[in-house]
């Protein structure tokens, strides 16, 4: 099954048509994702991705899900001050030889700073990409100039996310404007850095909510290059500590519609797949993401195990049928 011959890049979705997309029945949404899946790509490339926090907790935003926010003061966690490049250039090594290509640092900061730390994380890029990695960092909001810079270190990609639809982002954050998350977006743009930018379900948004933050997304010219999709991984402490799992099937089918919506882009199964069983990790791959974050733990919260994972790409390769069938 292929995507129709008159396919086109689209960047004028309604919010309409991605709800619409979003809830049709559950066989026939797979099945679109995968045609335009295999249209644009390779539907065994899933790339290991690794996360570090380089800085961590004190955070002066006050993000609803997030265990870094200075507000949330019942959260038990470790504040860590900017790592030492070395330590991170390590914990990079380590990563690449587990097998992944791309490594990707965090620093909970409402801004990237000026001076030393912003100089320190430029150093960490340049020696993530000497190692013959990708690099990605969330610094939170930069300007026009710490995005060139970050250029010229090499930095492949900046991620900034943008949560959730505009409608519903203030039920979750009010320390910053949406128009703040797409100014720092236009930064990364202008400066010709990949854009990584998705957003998180389970916060007890809707599907016109997330229809809406997609059609933000999808609306940029072009596309992001990658989408994170996240399920709530919900914190003691946190606000939203008692939100219950999202269905896993709400997960699939918010990455089959990101999927359609955004054809190119590397849509990355990120928090949250810890909770999830191996065959529902296998039909979001097969409904269009082509990314996950590897090891075991992301910035702050648990991920699946390393030797999961490992399991998960042998069933996938079909090794491990052929060790059943040879015993």
Same mark, same amino acid.
């Given at each position: 099954?292929?995507?129709?011959?008159?396919?086109?890049?689209?960047?004028?979705?309604?919010?309409?048509?991605?709800?619409?997309?979003?809830?049709?029945?559950?066989?026939?949404?797979?099945?679109?994702?995968? !045609?335009?899946?295999?249209?644009?790509?390779?539907?065994?490339?899933?790339?290991?991705?690794?996360?570090l926090?380089?800085?961590?907790?004190g955070?002066?935003?006050?993000?609803?899900?997030?265990?870094q926010?200075?507000?949330?003061?019942e959260?038990?966690?470790?504040?860590?001050?900017?790592?030492?490049?070395?330590? *991170?250039?390590d !914990?990079?090594?380590?990563a690449?030889?587990?097998?992944?290509?791309?490594f990707c640092m965090?620093?909970?900061?409402?801004?990237a700073?000026e001076?030393?730390?912003?100089?320190?994380?430029?150093?960490?890029? &340049?020696?993530?990409?000497?190692?013959?990695?990708?690099?990605?960092?969330?610094?939170?909001?930069?300007?026009?100039?710490?995005?060139?810079r970050?250029? #010229?270190?090499?930095?492949?990609?900046?991620?900034?996310?943008?949560?959730?639809?505009?409608?519903?982002?203030?039920?979750?954050?009010?320390?910053?404007?949406?128009?703040?998350?797409?100014?720092?977006?236009k930064?990364?743009?202008?400066?010709g850095? #990949?854009?990584?930018?998705?957003?998180?379900?389970?916060?007890?948004?809707?599907?016109?909510?997330?229809?809406?933050?997609?059609?933000?997304?999808a609306?940029?010219?072009?596309?992001?290059?990658? *989408?994170p999709?996240?399920?709530?991984?919900?914190? #003691?402490?946190?606000?939203?500590?008692?939100?219950?799992?999202?269905?896993?099937? #709400?997960? *699939?089918?918010?990455?089959? !519609?990101?999927?359609?919506?955004?054809p190119?882009a &590397?849509? &990355?199964?990120?928090a949250?797949?810890?909770?999830?069983?191996?065959?529902?990790?296998?039909?979001?791959? *097969?409904a269009?993401?082509?990314?996950?974050?590897?090891?075991?733990?992301?910035l702050t919260?648990?991920?699946?195990?390393?030797?999961?994972?490992? !399991?998960?790409?042998a069933?996938?390769?079909?090794?491990?049928?052929q060790?059943?069938?040879?015993?």
């Amino acid at each position: 099954m292929n995507a129709p011959a008159d396919f086109t890049m689209r960047h004028d979705w309604r919010v309409e048509e991605i709800v619409a997309l979003h809830e049709q029945p559950l066989l026939a949404l797979i099945a679109q994702a995968n !045609a335009i899946h295999r249209r644009f790509h390779d539907v065994n490339d899933v790339q290991k991705a690794a996360l570090l926090s380089v800085k961590t907790g004190g955070c002066p935003e006050d993000c609803s899900y997030c265990p870094q926010s200075a507000h949330h003061r019942e959260v038990k966690l470790d504040r860590v001050d900017l790592m030492e490049t070395d330590a *991170v250039l390590d !914990a990079a090594k380590i990563a690449k030889e587990a097998g992944a290509d791309r490594f990707c640092m965090g620093a909970a900061w409402r801004s990237a700073p000026e001076g030393k730390r912003f100089d320190a994380v430029l150093d960490m890029v &340049r020696g993530v990409r000497a190692l013959g990695m990708e690099a990605c960092v969330t610094l939170g909001m930069i300007n026009d100039s710490q995005a060139q810079r970050l250029v #010229e270190a090499g930095l492949t990609a900046y991620n900034h996310n943008l949560d959730t639809g505009p409608e519903f982002y203030g039920e979750i954050i009010t320390t910053r404007a949406y128009q703040d998350r797409l100014d720092t977006l236009k930064a990364v743009r202008g400066a010709g850095l #990949e854009m990584c930018c998705g957003g998180i379900i389970g916060m007890g948004e809707g599907v016109r909510d997330r229809a809406g933050m997609l059609q933000v997304l999808a609306s940029f010219d072009p596309h992001p290059e990658s *989408v994170p999709i996240n399920a709530l991984v919900a914190v #003691e402490g946190t606000p939203l500590a008692g939100r219950a799992q999202i269905d896993p099937l #709400e997960l *699939v089918r918010m990455i089959a !519609a990101t999927r359609i919506v955004m054809p190119k882009a &590397r849509v &990355r199964l990120s928090a949250g797949r810890s909770f999830l069983s191996r065959e529902a990790q296998i039909l979001c791959l *097969v409904a269009g993401a082509n990314s996950i974050f590897y090891g075991e733990k992301l910035l702050t919260t648990g991920n699946a195990g390393v030797n999961e994972d490992d !399991a998960l790409f042998a069933a996938l390769a079909g090794r491990e049928t052929q060790a059943s069938a040879a015993s």
